[in-house]
Structure formats: C-alpha cells, structure tokens
C-alpha cells in the first residue's frame, strides 16, 4: 500500500480507483471502512489530496460526504451516526475506533461544530459525564465552546481570572520596576 494515494475528485476514474480499492463496500446498513491510511491522532481514514502544489491529508469520510452530496457548507462538519449510535448502545467506548474509518454515505450526516460537540459521543468528558478537572456535571448549561472546543464554563471562568490576576501582577511589577529605575 503506498504512503500517499492521491485522489483527484475532478477524475472520475481517479474517485473509482480509489473506492475500489481503499474502501471496503458492504451492505447499505453496515460500515463501509477505509482500508489505507489513517490518522495517528483521530484514526480517521485519510486520502492525501494536492491542493495548490501542497500535500494535504484529508479524511476519506468528508472526501465520501462530497462525492455523493456535494460541498460541504462553511462551519459544518460531518458526523458518523454510526459511532454515536454505537457509543449510544455502549458497543464503542468512543475515541479513536473503527467507526471513524467508516465512508459509507448513509452513514455519515452534514452538522454544526456545536451539534457535534454537544453528540460528544467519543468525547473524554462524555465518557466520564464531569469536566477536565472532575469538578462540574458536564451537561449543556455547563459547556462553552470557545476556538473549536468544548469547556466547562465555569473551569474556564477560573482559569480566566487567574490568569487576569497573574498578568496583572506581572504588569504592577513591570511598571513599578520602570518607576524605580526613573
């Protein structure tokens, strides 16, 4: 299997050979899993993609979403309803798994970025049902979502006045230091 396979979604036998070969087709209602490369961090499957003379690693799913119903939109992401109905049943415990490497399009869902945090299936705050610091009930009212992740709200408002107070202090050090020197 080489390192890269290269699919260009603008040729048609390029997409044929790709699914012909890296993804094994089953029936409608069961995983259709990729069978090249996946990713270490998140084990997705992934196609290497050159966008503007760069090599890109793209997840096969969102590559499948595409082919079959076309763009996805600004802000959305697409979500594999086959792990979270897994994860629901307790036959996943979440995280990296084979439902990730699933490209079936019956299979997957186009979503917000929200949607899919608050799903969490697979999440490691999900999983235990409190917050980072074992501290709050993760549920909606707790949750913020700031820069693509999910925080308990009020670890966050926390960690937010410390460190407001840290740089405070080092800022009345700095000025009074300035003074000092005068």
Not at 7 to 29: E, F, M, N, Q
Not at 151 to 180: D, G, I, P
Request: proline share 4%; with cysteine; charged share 25%.
């Amino acid at each position: 299997m080489p390192a890269n396979y290269e699919v260009k979604l603008t040729d048609p036998a390029s997409v044929i050979h790709w699914l012909r070969t890296w993804v094994v087709v089953g029936k409608d209602d069961e995983c259709w899993p990729t069978i090249g490369n996946v990713s270490k961090n998140h084990g997705y499957g992934i196609v290497s993609q050159q966008v503007f003379g760069v090599q890109k690693q793209i997840p096969a799913h969102r590559i499948m979403w595409e082919l079959f119903n076309g763009p996805i939109e600004e802000g959305m992401v697409i979500d594999h309803m086959c792990h979270n109905e897994a994860y629901a049943d307790g036959n996943c415990e979440g995280g990296i798994c084979l439902h990730r490497r699933c490209v079936n399009p019956a299979h997957l869902q186009m979503i917000t970025k929200g949607e899919n945090s608050l799903l969490g299936a697979g999440g490691p705050n999900s999983i235990r049902g409190v917050c980072r610091n074992q501290l709050h009930d993760w549920i909606p009212e707790n949750i913020i979502e700031r820069d693509g992740r999910r925080w308990c709200k009020l670890c966050y408002a926390v960690t937010r006045r410390e460190n407001w107070k840290r740089q405070n202090t080092k800022r009345r050090a700095a000025t009074a230091a300035k003074k000092a020197g005068k």
